[in-house]
């Protein structure tokens, strides 16, 4: 249960959030299980300084004194491989890619976003055909599947495909949510679990992303923003209440919520404003996250230093 002054710091979306936690003051000197960054929408591109930026913010987290023994990284890790782009211009995204992440000792663990589905337009041998739709970014991160889960630090880690449904995406296919259950359901229900999508699950962020879902009878959230399928997701979550954390990115701003028990954070985007500065006032950032035996956990997001800062997005007039 949270104090007084916890609830005090973990209120609503804002661009200057710092620490989130779901520990009460008895559990906080009990030791970490694990520490890991969360980074989401890196789109990394040759063009905008993007290498450099992306370099910056794997030393700046590795500098730190408690430094990550895991990556979780939630989706749109390049700019863009879906629509028509070719091949050649996927490759040399993916590159970049690798080159970025060589200098980095640790595991990272990643999911797909809906930048992250190749259209397979003019194929090459480092782009191949039979690589076009999930599996092109499926090999370039390492991931062992579209979808996977997987263990480390007493918790267990669950990636989604939040674009499994491509391209009518928003929502899990029911393939997809039976695992999902089946994973739970094998799941020891004392091991506390994070799931981690590139669509949020749940998020303040879809609400308030500019005016863009201002209808004239209300707000309208668009399933691409924000998963369309969030009800039966979190009705599962209630049945295993070791579903403790999840993380996403895609709206390139921060938020977090708690709904039945489980934490939802938006962990915003590395590349800001696709490189172009803040987006919507969020500067590009990246999260520091502490896990705990007992499902608490701890959870900062990191301005890591980039200095584009060209604030791109709506404001109110005046």
Not at 59 to 67: Q, S
Request: proline share 6%; charged share 20%.
């Amino acid at each position: 249960m949270l104090d007084r002054r916890q609830l005090l710091t973990t209120g609503a979306a804002s661009a200057g959030l710092r620490l989130i936690s779901s520990r009460s003051a008895a559990s906080s000197g009990k030791v970490a299980a694990t520490r890991f960054a969360h980074v989401t929408d890196v789109h990394i591109t040759p063009d905008k300084d993007a290498p450099r930026g992306v370099a910056q913010m794997f030393a700046h987290m590795l500098a730190r004194a408690d430094k990550p023994e895991l990556v979780i990284n939630s989706g749109d890790t390049v700019m863009a491989v879906d629509g028509g782009v070719t091949g050649a211009k996927a490759a040399a995204q993916i590159a970049l890619w690798k080159a970025a992440t060589q200098a980095v000792p640790v595991p990272i663990r990643s999911c797909l976003g809906n930048h992250c589905v190749w259209g397979g337009t003019d194929p090459t041998p480092d782009a191949p055909a039979d690589k076009k739709g999930f599996g092109l970014l499926v090999a370039a991160t390492g991931m062992p599947a579209p979808y996977y889960s997987f263990d480390h630090g007493g918790w267990h880690f669950v990636a989604l495909n939040s674009v499994s449904a491509w391209p009518d995406y928003g929502a899990l296919t029911a393939e997809h949510f039976a695992w999902l259950k089946a994973d739970l359901a094998a799941t020891p229900r004392e091991t506390p679990v994070c799931v981690f999508s590139h669509l949020p699950i749940l998020s303040v962020t879809s609400l308030a992303y500019g005016d863009s879902c201002r209808k004239p009878d209300g707000n309208l959230v668009p399933k691409v923003w924000q998963h369309a399928d969030c009800w039966a997701i979190t009705e599962l979550f209630r049945r295993h209440p070791n579903v403790r954390l999840c993380l996403s990115g895609h709206m390139h701003t921060r938020d977090r919520c708690e709904y039945r028990g489980v934490w939802y954070i938006c962990g915003g985007a590395a590349s800001g404003a696709w490189w172009g500065g803040a987006e919507y006032g969020f500067e590009p950032c990246y999260g520091a996250a502490t896990l705990y035996p007992d499902g608490k956990f701890d959870y900062e997001f990191i301005d890591y230093g980039w200095q584009a800062r060209t604030w791109r997005g709506k404001q109110l007039p005046g």
